[in-house]
């Protein structure tokens, strides 16, 4: 589900200049509600000005998360939101119960239109390189954060009549607790959108979960492959880790020239391709590996890399966030190959699940991998009767819209160009092939 995003500062200060009068005034405010057990729950801070303190309040609430998430690990969101063009305008929400305890953190920013109405709406903070939400809450408490954070978002300094979240787990507790504080508080939540993808979720011996998983006929052909690639000289694999003591830096540099080498620098969309993604890409590496929660594993030709993949760590859970091959040996499947040689991460690291971050449908990952995850993107109105009119009627004329675009006549559609258009940058968190 799209949003376009706007100022945070939009509709707080009445003379235009909310960043000086209104929204600096009330991000360091606590939001007041009628209910006691709301009171002074939720407060706003701008990202910018978090101190070391509240930043390890919030790494110390991973510890206990209700859900492994590591796109909302506080040095994962940390780098999205300091190098990412998405994090200009977002502001972060600290939810407490009523003892002051710090149980959810939700990075949000605003948008001007619900699908294609124009309404104000509350956005859960996302950018096109984080797979999930970025909200953090702990264990046992996600029904507690939602109904705080819904009634602040309604009367606090980010008031809009919507809110829309994208990237929650459908069997996760950060859904299955907003589902129940929307049933608590008789507000209508709607599922815009929903994806299965793979992820890896097995107890068996690679190799059984490799023989069982993929079709005879493809194993005989990466066989093929393999031994035909060894023929060019010699195949290793290995692995950074942080218990190795490696630095990331040389890992970084050759991930980053690999991307860029294949079809995403010929669109632009490889992470080196523009400032603020390739330096969101540094600092989210270095972080990971500074903190434990990185594997990053090559297939190597003669010492070269010709695939590398990359697996986030969050809890028991491992996230596979980026990969990229040399296209020079696409008729090898280096991607492929190197997905058959990583399979023992999950035992090696004692992993519940990996997810596998693609596409629903992706070819090369849905093949290998076969269990799935399910995930949602949800809308539902904020607290308040006029809140509740404005989402039935934004829904309404999505619908009509979605009606008319269905049966719109030929006559007015846009002519077909008479060459083929040039191919464009890949949507945001797409995959192709063996890439992500």
């Known amino acids: 589900m799209k949003h376009e995003a706007i100022s945070m500062t939009g509709g707080i200060a009445a003379d235009g200049q909310g960043a000086r009068h209104g929204l600096s005034a009330k991000l360091s405010s606590r939001t007041k509600e009628g209910s006691p057990d709301h009171a002074q729950a939720v407060e706003w801070l701008s990202h910018t000005s978090l101190s070391a303190a509240q930043w390890s309040e919030w790494q110390a609430l991973a510890g206990r998360a209700a859900e492994a998430n590591v796109f909302a690990e506080p040095w994962m969101v940390r780098a999205g939101l300091t190098h990412c063009n998405e994090g200009a305008d977002a502001t972060v929400a600290f939810v407490r119960d009523a003892g002051g305890t710090l149980i959810g953190v939700a990075p949000m920013q605003m948008g001007k239109a619900f699908g294609r109405v124009p309404v104000r709406v509350a956005l859960g903070w996302t950018h096109p390189n984080s797979f999930l939400s970025s909200m953090l809450v702990a264990q046992d408490q996600a029904t507690a954060f939602w109904s705080r954070l819904l009634s602040s978002l309604a009367n606090g300094p980010c008031a809009a009549p919507l809110l829309c979240c ?121 972080a990971a590996h500074a903190a434990g929660q990185l594997e990053m594993t090559a297939l190597r030709l003669d010492g070269r890399a010709i695939a590398v993949l990359i697996t986030l760590l969050s809890g028991q859970a491992g996230f596979s966030f980026k990969t990229a091959f040399d296209e020079d040996y696409a008729r090898f499947s280096p991607g492929v190959l190197l997905q058959r040689e990583s399979l023992s991460i999950l035992n090696q690291r004692q992993l519940d699940w990996i997810d596998s971050c693609a596409a629903q449908d992706h070819p090369m990952i849905d093949s290998l991998w076969r269990e799935r995850r399910s995930i949602v993107s949800v809308a539902l109105p904020l607290p308040g009767h006029g809140n509740r009119l404005t989402f039935t009627l934004a829904q309404g004329a999505k619908r009509l819209w979605h009606i008319a675009k269905r049966f719109n006549p030929p006559a007015l559609k ?23």
């Open 414 to 436: 846009k002519p077909t160009p008479r060459s083929d258009p040039q191919p464009g940058p890949a949507p945001a968190g797409s995959v192709k092939d063996e890439d992500k």
């Open 166 to 286: 994208d990237g929650l787990p459908e069997d996760g507790p950060l859904y299955q607790g907003l589902a129940e504080a929307c049933h608590r508080m008789d507000l209508p939540l709607s599922v815009e959108a929903s994806i299965k993808r793979a992820m890896l979720a097995t107890r068996m011996d690679p190799e059984a979960y490799w023989d069982e998983s993929v079709r005879a006929k493809k194993r005989k052909e990466l066989r093929r492959q393999w031994a035909r690639l060894n023929e060019l000289g010699q195949v290793t694999t290995d692995q950074l880790t942080a218990a190795d003591g490696q630095p990331v830096e040389h890992w970084i540099d050759e991930f980053l020239t690999l991307e860029a080498g294949g079809w995403k620098g010929a669109n632009e969309s490889a992470l080196l391709s523009h400032a603020d993604t390739a330096a969101f890409f540094r600092a989210t590496m270095a």
